[in-house]
């Protein structure tokens, strides 16, 4: 379930959150994503998961952007927020920077569902959030993970869907 098509102006807008510490647009940008969910009419998950950054990445940004709107949609959704819930095993090459196919390979592995959370995620239902949505590698490798888990059923929410080429 996505919001937006990355495209202007809202790429310009996502970029300035990612990766230049405009926090401020925060709030606007889950506004748009509650809306795009009370329109799509999704079942509510019991917990939102944020996709986790590498620990490389959150140090240069000083941020996680999945976390921050997870947590604005938190408030407003009364749902818990579980960063903890998906361990980052390894830093990954950015995504943007590679083309379709290998971005699948670049982040197959890098994630695992913190052991000593297992029975938390064992039959529940997740909300997977990320900002971009690209190929869907990122998302479907976290969502993955939480099925291997156990999770009875996993959402991928995200403020932008890059379009198909040619659209």
Known sequence: MAA????FPWDTLLQRFK?????????VLAERLLQALESAVVSAPDFIVPV???GQRLQER???QAHEIAKSLGRRLRLRVEPELVLR????????????????ANVRGA??????RLAEIKGARVAVLDDVLTTGATVF???RVLRQAGA??????TLARTPEPGT
């Open 89 to 104: 095993l390894r830093d990954t090459s950015a995504q943007a920077q590679l083309d379709l196919d290998a971005r699948a």
């Open 111 to 116: 994630f695992a569902a913190e052991p000593t």
């Open 19 to 27: 990766y230049h510490l405009a926090l401020d647009l925060r709030e």
């Open 152 to 157: 009875a059923e996993v959402q991928a929410w």
């Open 4 to 7: 937006l098509d990355y495209q």
């Open 62 to 64: 000083g941020y996680n």
């Open 52 to 54: 986790p950054l590498s």
């Open 141 to 143: 490798e976290v969502a």
